[in-house]
């Protein structure tokens, strides 16, 4: 075995770890509990589950790569606004969205009581059936497959679709046949975040009271006290996101998918009734997916900043940024020294894929399980160390950030790899063939060649990965250290006691912090 393959063994090793801890629970399976589970909730469970992940799939899916084609191959009033606007709805943690959402129509809500008055309307249940959940989840997720699939799409020749158009094909058709195609490895590397982010989320569904994985293992842990039973069932939510990662990379099988130009201005000029069209969808979307939420968050947050308000919210401020930065950051480098192994050589390596995707693996893993996990496992080598340096209960490893900011590398890489591996993927080997031509070595050829070309793809990697960090709850509620507060962990505390106006003060400044990276990526893409 090569050296190169050697370090992505490590890495992969190293990332995976926390799935070889839950797996371990197997060893001592309490089977009582299992069977009472497996009676009860398992038939639902796995409905609900399977149900949610293609309404996801679909929903997300086709509203993201909809939106994506919209604004990068297509002019319309507005497009440029939009460019930007479609990515907003990222930066809101989809529980936030959820309880906003339920607050406005749920039966009692404002929408639904004055609809009963106005009309003969007799009101619904939101909370029954998933057709609300998957909604909540498609309007929070659709960025990751729109942020992907705009790369993908940018990264098109225009003498494709110009090819298309001399032969008479329609609009539609070159959609299909020409630019779907040379998209669909960004596409289907959006949908699978968003699918494994549903996998893993507890908020929505626990607000909305739909049985999935999530509220199962919650259930294992907060009712029964069984971190054995909660990471049995973690391990099958683990074994859901595997075939979800295989499944994608085999059906890819070894197609290639990279051009050697990429689209500077929109190849169609919408116009009438066309124009018209797109700019309502558009506004319909913002509306539906930003607008509406923040709106309500801001008649919240008005009518309590006199109370909540206080200095400890720069500190909460302070302590969400810095760890969403240096997450972000560790992140992206490990993704850029794994992919840079992978894309080495022009044949791809079946087992450098196939250690990418045990890498990426902890991404279905919830933050609660991998915590405890970790927990367990940095807690033995602290008796360790305090056994032999004879140390009374110092908590040298388990209580520092290093243990923090390494579940979030080991849960978010795969976040990471996705939009950088695209980038890769639209690298066309003969810079790489000129290059070797010309005597550079494997580092030249990375730093001269690999890194500016995909730099636009890391940036959205950073930008995703310190969002994913700052909005993550389970993990960095048990791992942190004393006194790290979050703004996400604030937002948890008010919301569990039901105090959803109070928790729209610290919701808007995890937004508006979120918003703040987001503008600074932009402004890199722009620049470039």
């Known amino acids: 075995m090569n050296r190169s393959r050697l370090v992505l063994l490590f890495w992969a090793v190293v990332l995976a770890a926390p799935i070889f801890v839950v797996s371990l629970s197997w060893l001592t399976p309490q089977w009582s509990l299992l069977q009472h589970f497996v009676d009860t909730l398992l038939s639902d469970m796995l409905v609900n589950t399977l149900v949610l992940l293609v309404g996801v799939a679909v929903g997300a899916g086709i509203l993201g790569t909809g939106l994506a084609w919209l604004v990068t191959l297509c ?195 919408l116009k009438g009734w066309q124009a018209l069209l797109a700019s309502v969808v558009s506004i319909l979307v913002v509306t539906l997916a930003f607008a509406l939420p923040v709106t309500q968050l801001l008649i919240w947050a008005w009518q309590n900043f006199a109370v909540e308000w206080g200095g400890h919210y720069w500190n909460l401020i302070w302590n969400s940024l810095l760890l969403g930065v240096m997450a972000a950051v560790m992140a992206v480098a490990v993704a850029l020294l794994l992919l840079s ?74 976040v990471a790899l996705g939009p950088v591996e695209g980038a890769f993927e639209s690298v066309q080997p003969s810079y790489v063939e000129a290059a070797q031509t010309m005597g550079a070595g494997r580092f030249t050829i990375f730093r001269r060649v690999y890194l500016p070309l995909v730099l636009p793809g890391a940036a959205v990697a950073f930008l995703m990965v310190a969002v994913d960090v700052m909005k993550e709850l389970p993990a960095t509620y048990l791992l942190r250290p004393y006194g790290w507060d979050t703004l996400a962990i604030q937002v948890y505390e008010l919301a569990a006691e039901g105090l959803y106006e109070r928790a729209a003060l610290p919701s808007l400044a995890l937004i508006a912090i979120s918003l703040l990276i987001l503008w600074g990526v932009k402004r890199i893409e722009y620049r470039r």
């Not at 606004?81 to 309880?99: C, G, H, M, N, S």
């Not at 669909?184 to 494994?196: F, K």
């Not at 022009?346 to 087992?351: D, L, N, V």
């Open 341 to 414: 192994i992978k894309y080495r050589k022009r044949e791809r390596s079946r087992t450098d894929s196939l250690l990418l995707g045990v890498a990426s693996m902890g991404y279905a893993l919830p933050g609660s399980v991998m915590a405890i996990g970790l927990l367990f496992v940095f807690m033995m080598i602290d008796r360790g160390m305090q056994h032999w340096f004879g140390i009374e209960a110092l908590l040298l490893v388990s209580g520092g950030l290093g243990v923090l900011l390494y579940a979030y590398l080991s849960r978010f890489i795969a």
């Open 75 to 269: 002019d319309f009033p507005g497009r440029r606004w939009f460019e930007w606007l479609f990515f907003l709805p990222f930066v809101l943690p989809a529980y936030v969205v959820a309880f906003v959402y339920l607050g406005l129509f749920d039966f009692a809500g404002p929408i639904q009581s004055f609809l009963r008055e106005m009309t003969s309307f007799k009101g619904i249940d939101v909370r029954t059936g998933s057709a609300s959940v998957i909604l909540v989840f498609t309007l929070v997720f659709y960025p990751y497959v729109y942020m992907l699939a705009r790369i993908g799409f940018q990264s098109q020749r225009y003498t494709f679709i110009e090819a298309g158009q001399t032969l008479g094909a329609s609009s539609f058709k070159i959609f299909w046949k020409v630019s779907l195609p040379l998209a669909r490895p960004s596409i289907v590397a959006g949908i699978t975040l968003a699918l494994m982010e549903t996998l893993s989320d507890f908020g929505v569904v626990s607000i909305f009271n739909y049985d999935t994985f999530t509220t199962v293992i919650y259930s294992a842990w907060e009712d029964y006290r069984s971190v054995e039973v909660a990471a049995q069932v973690a391990s099958l939510l683990v074994l859901f996101s595997f075939l979800l990662i295989f499944a994608e990379r085999y059906s890819r099988g070894r197609a290639k998918f990279y051009t050697d130009q990429c689209l500077v201005e929109p190849p169609y000029r």
